[in-house]
């Protein structure tokens, strides 16, 4: 009951006129993002992380998280428009939402996406709500070998559940840990890794490589094909808004279903890309329409959708609560955390109550705000994708370079955002997973301290991580998720002693395509 | 035409290479232990370690099972390469040009080369899309945010 006051005292700091402004402007600017492609959720909240500086730490994170939702709803709107994803966690609502708009059926689509969207995002609040101040709680208790578990956990699920190829994400996530160790050393005070480059002493601003790996990396990734923005009608008719929501309970099941795995792959950090896809294929198993997925299923809406939203929800779980962000965007916000002078993890429910609360309540506002105005703003953006991409694209150039050079008025800060650029590129043609570098360079270096801080504890005994309960099954657990890739090889090769290499190639393609 | 095989063995490389410049990096700020507690070294050390021993294993699985990658032989046909370039090119440009035009003269500046050049629009939409773009930035951040953006050793060396 507890939580209950807390929220309704969060209410009462969310529900005013400036920041309702704030989550108004920040779902627009979300949507924005969320509409063009090459700007996704975690270049836009680092775009606009330099301009909260001067903010309450509670309206920036209002600001930021609203963007978070508009970005989220933006992405699905021309997955159905125009079977273009604007998010890499919206490609799967293009399987069943474009047929369904292109059949004539737009509006249809456009709320039953938005309807189950509000209600993963909602399951995903909640959740939020009732948890995060209990795991905080349980997290007050933890010392330095406790916290590098969890974390060790956090980077050991990614290569065990995030679905990319596990060495791949083994590569991804120790360069992330090597850019962050750039710089100055929190700990002895020394120098690391410059290469001689006297700037680098100031280290590498993770916002700098979320423009390259996300902005510039998407937006050479995306002007290999052209694009042919056909749209389908982006008239809203309302009466059949309200009856596509209300026909919304019959799929309980699948909303239900799919908002467990949301919840669960925005905390155990699996991000809400594999959330969708992975509630996608299994709603299309387990549904007794499951053979007419594809050509405009409900259900093939829903549960995406869903998933979607309630993993990016509960992402800000594990980052308010622990200190770890369970996606590449919450990585974005959590870094904001720090600039702003807080510190992300369990002391934040003690401390900084009213931002917390403040931000949970408007969790719930912001999602409602954000449901209202894509709906609202459907044709305007919808025209937006009318514009060529010749002409958007260098105008997203220029933001990511004026982005990255305003981190900290530096020049080698826009040349190094041009290097990410090619590495992201380069890592999204070949299925890198991009998400964990940028969390390995965001919490990389607690990560660390907390591994030297251990070591100085048991004076240099691993045997630290092994002396208690919490700690021994932590890591253990981590230890499993990193080897379950490995035994589920050795399980496959068993059952199939030789597939024909033909079919495993293929199969592969096919995997890897819906990974990403 | 870049083959897949091709575009992994480059990435491996470049993972690779970035790898072994962190361990030789890190080893001189010492690795191991000491007095005080674990040296500034340590975690950089194996972490280039990983990058090194994960690129390893990401070339030879790039070159080694050739008949696995059959299917998808080109990973860059000679038109997206075009593309591409037409996207990267005039960018590094954009980004060089920088410090001696300013940020606000080479955004202009690229807007309009990237628009008029290959016809994609006329020479005066070009000129004021170009010209919006300066403005913006300038409304946006020198006055709005008071983030001021260089403005380049040529506007400097003519007195502004």
Redesign the interface.
């Known amino acids: 009951m507890e939580n209950l006051q807390e929220l309704l005292h969060g209410f009462t700091i969310a529900v005013t006129v400036p920041h309702l402004l704030m989550m108004v402007v920040g779902v627009l600017l979300g949507i924005l993002v969320g509409v063009l492609p090459g700007l996704g959720a975690p270049n836009g909240v680092s775009l606009l992380l330099?301009?909260t500086f001067g903010m309450q730490p509670v309206s920036a994170i209002i600001l930021l998280s609203s963007m978070y939702w508009g970005a989220l709803f933006g992405g699905s709107v021309t997955s159905i428009l125009f079977n273009i994803p604007g998010e890499p966690s919206s490609v799967a609502t293009t399987f069943d939402g474009y047929p369904m708009a292109r059949d004539g059926r737009p509006t249809t689509a456009l709320a039953t996406a938005f309807g189950s969207a509000a209600f993963g995002a909602l399951i995903g609040v909640i959740l939020i709500t009732f948890l995060a101040s209990w795991v905080a709680q349980v997290a007050l208790a933890f010392g330095p070998p406790e916290y590098f578990a969890v974390y060790f956990l956090a980077f050991a699920s990614f290569v065990g559940m995030g679905g990319a190829a596990p060495?791949?994400t083994?590569?991804a996530l120790?360069?992330g840990?090597?850019i962050a160790?750039i710089g100055i050393?929190t700990?002895?005070g020394?120098v690391?890794?410059?290469?001689g480059v006297d700037e680098l002493v100031k280290g590498v601003s993770f916002v700098v490589a979320v423009m390259g790996l996300f902005g510039?990396g998407e937006?050479?990734v995306a002007?290999?094909?052209?694009f042919h923005a056909r749209a389908v009608s982006s008239k809203i008719d309302w009466r059949e808004v309200f009856r596509a929501v209300g026909r919304l309970p019959r799929h309980a099941l699948a909303l239900l279903r799919s908002a467990a795995i949301g919840c669960w792959m925005g905390i155990t950090p699996g991000g809400p890309t594999a959330a969708s896809f992975m509630s996608y294929g299994i709603a299309r198993r387990f549904s007794r329409r499951g053979r007419y997925f594809g050509t405009g299923e409900v259900e093939g809406i829903i549960s995406p959708e869903t998933a979607d939203h309630a993993a990016g929800t509960s992402a800000l779980l594990p980052m308010l609560s622990l200190g770890i962000p369970g996606s590449a965007t919450a990585a974005v916000m959590m870094g904001g955390l720090m600039i702003w002078g807080l510190n992300p993890g369990p002391m934040l429910f003690v401390d900084q109550k009213d931002f917390v609360w403040g931000l949970i309540a408007s969790m719930y506002v912001g999602n409602i705000v954000a449901v209202a105005l894509v709906l609202l703003t459907v044709p305007v953006f919808a025209a937006l994708m009318r514009i060529?991409f010749?002409?958007i694209?260098?105008?997203i150039?220029?933001i990511c370079?004026?982005g990255a050079?305003?981190v900290s008025?530096s020049?080698l800060d826009?040349?190094m955002m041009?290097g990410f650029?090619?590495?992201g590129?380069?890592?999204k043609?070949?299925f890198?997973p991009l998400a964990p570098l940028v969390l390995a360079i965001v919490i990389g270096d607690k990560a660390?301290d907390a591994?030297?801080q251990s070591?100085?504890l048991s004076k240099?005994s691993l045997g630290i991580f092994f002396a208690n309960k919490l700690v021994t099954c932590l890591i253990v657990g981590g230890i499993a998720l990193l080897l379950l890739p490995l035994a589920l090889q050795l399980a496959r090769l068993r059952r199939k002693p030789a597939p024909s290499?033909?079919e495993?190639?293929?199969q592969?393609?096919a995997r890897e395509k819906v990974i990403i | 035409m870049i083959s897949?095989r091709a575009?992994?063995l480059?990435?491996a490389v470049?993972?690779g290479s970035?790898?072994v410049?962190?361990v030789v990096?890190?080893l001189d700020?010492g690795i191991g232990?000491s007095s005080?507690?674990?040296?500034?070294?340590t975690?950089?050390f194996l972490?280039?370690i990983?990058?090194v021993l994960?690129?390893l294993?990401?070339l030879v699985?790039g070159v080694v099972?050739a008949?696995?990658?059959?299917?998808?032989p080109i990973?860059?046909t000679p038109l997206?390469l075009r593309?591409?370039a037409?996207?990267?090119v005039?960018?590094?440009i954009?980004?060089a040009a920088?410090?001696l035009l300013g940020?606000y003269l080479a955004?202009a500046g690229?807007?309009f080369a990237?628009?008029a050049i290959?016809r994609?629009?006329s020479v005066p939409r070009a000129l004021a899309?170009a010209a919006a773009?300066a403005l913006a930035?300038y409304v946006v951040?020198e006055r709005m945010?008071q983030?001021?953006?260089?403005h380049g050793a040529l506007v400097s060396a003519l007195g502004f």
């Not at chain 1, 002007?223 to 052209?226: A, Q, R």
């Open positions: 330099p301009l060495i791949k083994v590569v120790a360069i840990f090597a160790a050393d700990v002895s020394s690391r890794l410059t290469m510039i937006l050479l002007v290999e094909e052209e060529p010749v002409v694209a260098p105008l150039v220029i370079v004026v050079y305003s008025n020049y826009v040349v041009l650029g090619i590495v590129y380069l890592f043609k070949l890198y660390e591994f030297r070591m100085l240099g290499t033909d495993t190639a293929v592969e393609t | 897949r575009l992994e480059a990435t470049l993972t970035f790898g410049a962190v990096s890190s700020n232990w005080a507690g674990v040296d500034a070294g975690f950089p972490t280039g990983i990058v994960g690129s294993y990401n699985r099972p008949a696995r990658l059959a299917n998808v990973a860059i997206e593309r591409l037409g996207l990267f005039p960018a590094a954009f980004v920088i410090p940020m955004s690229y807007v990237v628009l290959p994609y629009q899309m773009t930035l951040f945010f983030v001021s953006l260089p």
